[in-house]
């Protein structure tokens, strides 16, 4: 028989095995849910870094063009996301620096994540006298553009020879004879 000055006791050890289940329900919870993250993160594309081999990438212009990385241009790679706040925050330097440069200007892609027809119209209200690419159906995915804002400068063999921040402009530009001014 329970005493009713045991009821108080019997309370607390129910409360406490319940407050115990549901904090082993959430930590299985999170080990799934973590683990769900770190396989996903690896089976992306690696991400394109000096020294890689991007001549076989596949982009297309706005003119449905196919895009050749290497001979017999080095080539300037700007890569943006229209809807990335980081990509809005470079874009007027880029507009400039490209303005800056003319004739000077290695071949230059502005290259979206995105859909081709907004990475175009995005590109002309910056002022950006590009032409524009897209990695097409892959998006975030694609190891060019999985950074952005994020500038590639490729050389004659397909290589990629530099490669930084969307900030790092002019720097990037340099290490395959772009201008370089700032």
């Known amino acids: ?6 009821i108080g006791f019997l309370e607390t050890i129910r409360l406490k095995g319940a407050v115990l289940a549901l904090l082993s329900v959430l930590a299985v919870g999170q080990v799934v849910a973590l683990e769900r993250r770190t396989v996903e993160r690896h089976t992306l594309a690696p991400r394109i870094t000096v020294g890689h081999d991007v001549s076989d990438l ?8 196919k895009i050749e990385l290497g001979a017999p241009d080095e080539t300037l790679l700007l890569v943006f996301d229209p809807d990335c706040p980081y990509s809005v925050r470079v874009a007027e330097s880029w507009a400039y620096w490209l303005a800056s440069q003319g004739s000077e200007r290695p071949r230059t ?3 979206s994540s995105g859909p081709l027809p907004a990475a175009v119209r995005y590109a002309r209200e910056m002022d950006w ?11 975030r995915e694609h190891p060019l553009t999985r950074r952005t804002p994020w500038v590639f400068a490729v050389g004659t063999d397909g290589r990629v020879v530099a490669e930084g921040h969307g900030s790092r402009l002019a720097e990037v530009a340099r290490s395959i004879g772009g201008g370089g001014r700032e």
Do not use: E, I, L
């Open 1 to 6: 028989m329970v005493r009713p000055s045991n």
């Open 58 to 65: 596949v982009m297309r212009d706005s003119d449905g063009a």
């Open 109 to 111: 892609y502005a290259v």
């Open 129 to 139: 006298n590009v032409r524009v690419a897209s990695v097409g159906q892959a998006g």
